[in-house]
């Protein structure tokens, strides 16, 4: 099927409020993102590491990617100071909305081990030296197409959150969640099913 | 307040709207808390004497949404989403990140609410504003909420109750109950000792 931001012309090409976004992301027609720390924390290295679709609103949504992050995000999404942080891959689809607050991430940042984390604090420190850090758990997110996170979510590493589901306010899902199901809980649980 | 409704101590340059009722005795911190503001209710947003609003707070309210704070109610950064009604008791205490929230703003059927997205780039602010069923929230007197919790739609709280910090609340509450967790659940009622100082 035809994504249907093609069929849709004559719109205004896809802007930042705050001046031009760096030069490996993609924003689909209509899409618009506000807010001056949107890629404040952006370091992705990657060509197009992050690719929105069209018809998009990013209302104070922070894009902070990893020197390899890639995130692509669908068309006709609408997020409200979402902070999305992604070391290794994000993909969202089509028509998820996102509320205020709300996390999500595909990697841990620091190793679970402590001696591994000692390691990591003295790498990531004025006096590391620009020694290598010890590798770290990072998992890619997947949302699907018609998903609904409220406020206050968190949404952890290797998450898959199948089509239609509804992520009640402040739920923190660390586990896959089948299609339209609705969850709710720390750590998010079933608690019933999307019409 | 001056004249053309700016507070004189705010860093933002936005007014209250004319149709929030804020007298001398109660406190706005700034104005950018009715950034989303678009009601259209006489007294959209009422503060009760004393109450007070600081830095963080939202007033998210939709065109028929009202919003009712009680005498010397304390909102330190809340964000309030309202389509219908959220009253707030006399003395309640609300904390930093709370989402008091009576609608999801958008339908929770598929179809329908992939229309209400579409709609959504034409309208300026771009905001979600669907007609979806509302059901209001209330916050008893002297109810203390903790940091990052949620209070979802429909959803009452007893007076003198407590809501643990990021607690999410989808049932109501009774009066003088302590409750905690995601989902909340009842830790205890206050006892008698604790109920006997309640003024």
């Given at each position: 099927m035809?994504?249907?931001?093609e069929?849709?012309?004559?719109?205004?090409?896809g802007?930042?409020?705050?001046?031009?976004?760096?030069?490996?992301?993609r924003?689909g027609?209509?899409?618009?993102?506000?807010?001056?720390?949107?890629?404040?924390?952006?370091?992705?290295?990657?060509?197009?590491?992050?690719?929105?679709?069209?018809?998009c609103?990013?209302?104070?949504?922070?894009?902070?990617?990893?020197e390899?992050?890639?995130?692509?995000?669908g068309?006709?999404?609408?997020?409200?100071?979402a902070?999305?942080?992604?070391?290794?891959?994000?993909?969202i689809?089509?028509?998820?909305?996102i509320?205020?607050?709300?996390?999500?991430?595909?990697?841990?940042?620091?190793?679970?081990?402590?001696a591994?984390?000692?390691?990591?604090?003295?790498?990531?420190?004025?006096?590391g030296?620009?020694?290598?850090?010890?590798?770290?758990?990072?998992?890619?997110?997947l949302?699907?197409?018609?998903?609904?996170?409220?406020?206050?979510?968190t949404?952890?590493?290797?998450?898959?959150?199948?089509?239609?589901?509804?992520?009640?306010?402040?739920?923190?899902?660390?586990r896959?969640?089948p299609?339209?199901?609705?969850?709710?809980?720390?750590?998010?649980?079933?608690?019933?099913?999307?019409p | 307040?001056t004249?053309?409704?700016?507070?004189?101590?705010d860093?933002?340059?936005?007014?209250?709207?004319?149709?929030?009722?804020?007298?001398?005795?109660?406190?706005c911190?700034?104005?950018f808390?009715f950034?989303?503001y678009?009601?259209?209710?006489?007294?959209?947003?009422e503060?009760?004497?004393?109450a007070?609003?600081y830095?963080?707070?939202?007033?998210?309210?939709?065109?028929?949404?009202?919003?009712?704070l009680?005498?010397?109610?304390?909102?330190?950064?809340?964000?309030?989403?309202?389509?219908?009604?959220?009253?707030?008791?006399?003395?309640?205490l609300?904390?930093?990140?709370?989402?008091?929230?009576?609608?999801?703003?958008?339908?929770?059927?598929?179809?329908?609410?992939?229309?209400?997205?579409e709609?959504?780039?034409?309208r300026?602010?771009?905001?979600?504003?669907?007609?979806?069923p509302?059901?209001?929230?209330?916050?008893?007197?002297?109810?203390?909420?903790?940091?990052d919790?949620?209070?979802?739609p429909?959803?009452?709280?007893?007076?003198?109750?407590?809501v643990?910090?990021?607690?999410?609340?989808?049932?109501?509450?009774?009066?003088?109950?302590?409750?905690?967790?995601?989902?909340?659940r009842?830790?205890?009622?206050?006892?008698a000792?604790?109920?006997s100082?309640h003024?």
């Open positions: 035809k994504a249907k931001h069929t849709i012309t004559a719109l205004a090409p802007r930042w409020t705050h001046g031009a976004p760096p030069a490996n992301v924003l027609n209509d899409t618009v993102i506000t807010g001056d720390l949107a890629f404040k924390r952006f370091h992705s290295r990657e060509p197009d590491a992050l690719v929105i679709g069209a018809q609103t990013m209302d104070g949504v922070h894009f902070d990617l990893g390899k992050g890639r995130m692509t995000i068309d006709f999404c609408y997020f409200t100071n902070v999305l942080l992604c070391e290794l891959e994000v993909r689809g089509n028509y998820v909305v509320g205020w607050n709300t996390t999500v991430a595909d990697t841990d940042f620091h190793p679970l081990a402590p591994e984390r000692v390691a990591d604090a003295l790498a990531c420190s004025p006096l030296g620009g020694r290598p850090r010890p590798a770290i758990p990072k998992l890619p997110v949302i699907e197409d018609d998903v609904w996170i409220g406020p206050n979510a949404v952890l590493k290797g998450v898959r959150i199948g089509g239609g589901a509804w992520i009640e306010a402040g739920s923190l899902v660390t896959d969640v299609p339209r199901a609705r969850v709710l809980g720390n750590p998010a649980q079933i608690i019933g099913t999307m | 307040m004249a053309d409704r700016k507070l004189e101590w860093w933002y340059s936005g007014t209250v709207p004319e149709n929030v009722v804020l007298d001398d005795t109660a406190y911190e700034t104005a808390s950034h989303f678009r009601s259209r209710l006489p007294g959209g947003v503060y009760g004497r004393g007070s609003t830095l963080g707070t939202m007033f998210d309210v939709g065109p028929r949404g009202r919003v009712i009680g005498e010397c109610a304390l909102i330190h950064g809340a964000r309030i989403i309202c389509d219908a009604e959220i009253l707030i008791g006399d003395y309640a609300i904390s930093w990140n709370v989402v008091l929230m009576d609608t999801y703003r958008v339908p929770l059927d598929a179809p329908e609410r992939r229309r209400e997205l709609r959504i780039p034409a300026e602010p771009r905001l979600a504003c669907a007609d979806v509302a059901k209001p929230v209330r916050i008893g007197r002297n109810v203390w909420i903790g940091f919790a949620c209070v979802l429909g959803v009452t709280i007893g007076e003198g109750s407590v643990g910090a990021k607690s999410v609340v989808r049932e109501s509450v009774p009066p003088f109950t302590i409750v905690a967790g995601n989902p909340a009842v830790i205890r009622p206050l006892n000792e604790e109920r100082r003024a």
